[in-house]
């Protein structure tokens, strides 16, 4: 599947942004999905996931209560909706597909075999 990112921009502290991710192909509807965010000079990191079926999501603690995953099949999208955001959000923004045959959704990223190009989020305080 090959995946495209959208939606970065720059965005005051408290403000809200939405990343669509969109993918090619027929097989989207049947994979779990990832965000992951890249910050200058750190590791890319996990920040929500979702399943395929869009029932089960996880998140990484410092966005929970703040950032909501959910994706639309019939589209081949998935969503991050992002509010109340803060300048440590400042990332590049990765969307990513697990692996086939992988049940769970998990945060780690060599779980993921197809990557989006990225869509820089920042946020100014």
């Known amino acids: 599947v090959q995946l495209q990112a959208f939606g970065g921009g720059l965005v005051q502290a408290g403000g809200s942004l939405r990343l669509s991710c969109t993918a090619s192909?027929?097989?989207?509807?049947?994979?779990?999905m990832g965000w992951f965010r890249q910050a200058p000079g750190k590791e890319r990191e996990f920040v929500a996931g979702?399943?395929?079926?869009?029932?089960?999501?996880r998140y990484t603690d410092s966005v929970k209560g703040r950032f909501t995953i959910s994706r639309d099949n019939a589209k081949n999208t998935v969503y991050l909706q992002m509010n109340a955001l803060k300048p440590d959000d400042t990332a590049v923004y990765y969307c990513?597909?697990?692996?086939?045959?992988?049940?769970?959704?998990?945060?780690?990223?060599?779980?993921?075999?197809?990557w989006g190009q990225g869509t820089l989020v920042t946020v100014s305080s």
């Open positions: 990513a597909a697990q692996a086939d045959g992988i049940i769970i959704v998990t945060t780690d990223r060599r779980s993921y075999d197809s």
């Open positions: 979702i399943n395929w079926s869009g029932g089960t999501t």
């Open positions: 192909g027929r097989t989207f509807s049947r994979k779990n």
